[in-house]
């Protein structure tokens, strides 16, 4: 299986601030990173998929990057709705196989 | 409006059996791969397996292989995910997901969660 690492775990941040949270595989991916949030008691949401495409509905501050390994979220000017846990998932290969989530708190 | 709404929530005995369902509406429920993904308490995300309702072509992880039964009537546009015999491991809260294609596509759609308690 593919293992996907996400860094930091958690951070504390502003509103207003820009976020930037890492995602890395153990192997090459390509372009099949998808992101997700989720907020406490709730199913996890789409944001990107296909490393950089926007799903649908989602806010246009939150962009995504990368291909290979290495793959970033970025939220810009973070809003009062965002804070909550962001999730990594690879979909290249089978099993698709989820990174361990980072938390965005209110600073 | 495309929604997957999952039955609810269940206690159970170890040893004892268990299936839960998710139906879709608002698309064409047999043309979508429907998938099942675990998130133990506290934990992250684990996906179990995925099936596709047109022809019930099922595939699962071999994390998952044996534990769990992946079903669907496409008559009613449901899918289902099965144990004949829990185990206190088994609590979590199960989504299912909706995918264009089994490999390469986000899990675009999520059901609201089953919450699986399994306790003596």
């Known amino acids: 299986d593919i293992q996907m690492t996400q860094s930091p775990s958690s951070l504390s941040a502003s509103v207003g601030d820009r976020v930037t949270i890492t995602c890395r595989a153990n192997?090459?991916?390509?372009?099949?990173l998808n992101w997700y949030q989720q907020k406490p008691g709730k199913a996890p949401k789409l944001l990107i998929y296909?490393?950089?495409s926007l799903q649908s509905g989602v806010p246009s501050r939150f962009s995504g990057g990368g291909s290979g390994t290495d793959f970033t979220l970025t939220i810009n000017s973070l809003q009062a709705e965002d804070f909550a846990t962001y999730c990594c998932q690879q979909s290249y290969s089978t099993p698709p196989t989820f990174g361990g989530g980072t938390k965005v708190e209110i600073k | 409006e495309v929604q997957l709404v999952q039955s609810g929530a269940e206690v159970k005995k170890p040893g004892e059996s268990l299936k839960i369902s998710c139906k879709g509406s608002g698309y064409s429920f047999p043309n979508y791969w429907i998938g099942w993904v675990r998130q133990m308490p506290g934990k992250g995300l684990e996906w179990m397996g995925i099936?596709?309702?047109?022809?019930?072509?099922?595939r699962y992880s071999p994390s998952f292989q044996g534990q769990v039964t992946i079903s669907a009537d496409k008559s009613i546009s449901t899918a289902y995910l099965q144990w004949s015999s829990l185990k206190a491991s088994d609590t979590a809260i199960y989504y299912c997901t909706r995918q264009t294609r089994p490999r390469w596509d986000a899990m675009d759609v999520w059901g609201q969660g089953t919450t699986v308690t399994v306790s003596s």
């Open positions: 099936i596709y309702p047109g022809d019930s072509d099922t």
């Open positions: 192997q090459s991916i390509t372009i099949y």
């Open positions: 296909a490393a950089s």
